[in-house]
């Protein structure tokens, strides 16, 4: 199967991420985090508007209020793209020196979630990162403990079943979630990526329940059905997807982001437009994720 695959900003990301549909706007969200931008994507111009961070960008949100829930290295915090200024929230790490704030998105009730990794170059990876849900009263709570990389946040369009990925392991996890309290219980392995040569990065669902997941090193954008059966794997020209969300009017384009990640020019003999945003035909209808209630 061949597929529509074009790359509709060549941004040259360091490290692409945190794609999110603004459905009245009509516009992609997405953050570049090592460069510490936050970029939003307008394909009916084709414009790609800039922000910059004061620090390493997490992962953002849609917020009801208006504007952005983001995190950064030191926490949650709000966005006003019209003035470019952040507003702190909370830092719920502001204990450990050695990580920052990685993969999030709102779930469909609104509450805001968001997790860290272990970054410290030239140590051993510690597995003392958390995923977090703040929820609209801004109290935050921690949800997961003892993860190297929180990744592949996701929920089924029924909100029972929440998906996560530590990108320090093979496993995707999947959760029974309860869409009333935010809790999670019965964690178990919905996909085992050990022999597959990628780890799971950035994902989403479709309105069919099945999961999107960008799959870095490998090139592919791999789709499961609700059960974790492969369904097809998708081939970008670059190496390094990082995350993927639908939107578009009709919701049925999958937008990709991809990263550089400091590597030389050599690694990309062959590839086309590494770091770039990719738009891709899928022929499946997504979901819009809400925005932040707080």
Known sequence: MTWDITCVVDAKAELGEGTIWDPKAGVLWWIDIWSKLIHRYDPKTGKDDTWEAPEFL????????????????????????????????????????????????PDRQGRFWSGSMFEAPGKKVEFIGSLYRMDKDLSVHRMIEGVGCCNGLAWSPDSKTMYFS????????????????????????????????????????????????????????????PQGKLMQ??????????????????????????????????????????????????????????????
Not at 84 to 89: D, L, N, S, V, Y
Not at 239 to 246: A, K, N, Q, S, Y
Not at 265 to 283: C, K, R, T
């Open 166 to 225: 530590d990108s320090h392991t093979t496993i995707v996890r999947a959760y029974d979630f309860d869409p009333v309290t935010g809790d999670i219980e019965n964690q178990r392995t919905f996909i085992d990526l050990d022999g597959s040569g990628g780890i799971a990065d950035g994902a989403t669902v479709d309105a069919d329940g099945c999961y999107w997941v960008t799959i870095p090193v490998t090139s592919r954008v791999n789709q499961y059905d």
């Open 58 to 105: 997490g992962c953002i949100g849609l917020r009801q209020k208006g504007g952005l829930v983001v995190t950064m290295v030191s926490g949650f915090y709000f966005f006003d793209p019209t003035s470019g200024a952040f507003e702190a929230i909370v830092d719920p790490e502001a204990h450990l020196a050695d990580t920052r704030f990685n993969d999030g998105k």
């Open 233 to 294: 794997s998708i081939v970008l020209p670059t190496d390094l997807p990082t995350c993927c969300e639908f939107g578009g009017d009709n919701l049925d384009i999958l937008y990709v982001t991809t990263a550089v990640l400091k590597r030389p020019a050599e690694h990309f003999v062959g590839q086309s437009n590494p770091g770039g945003l990719f738009a891709i035909d899928v022929g499946t209808k997504g979901l819009v994720l809400p925005a932040f209630g707080g």
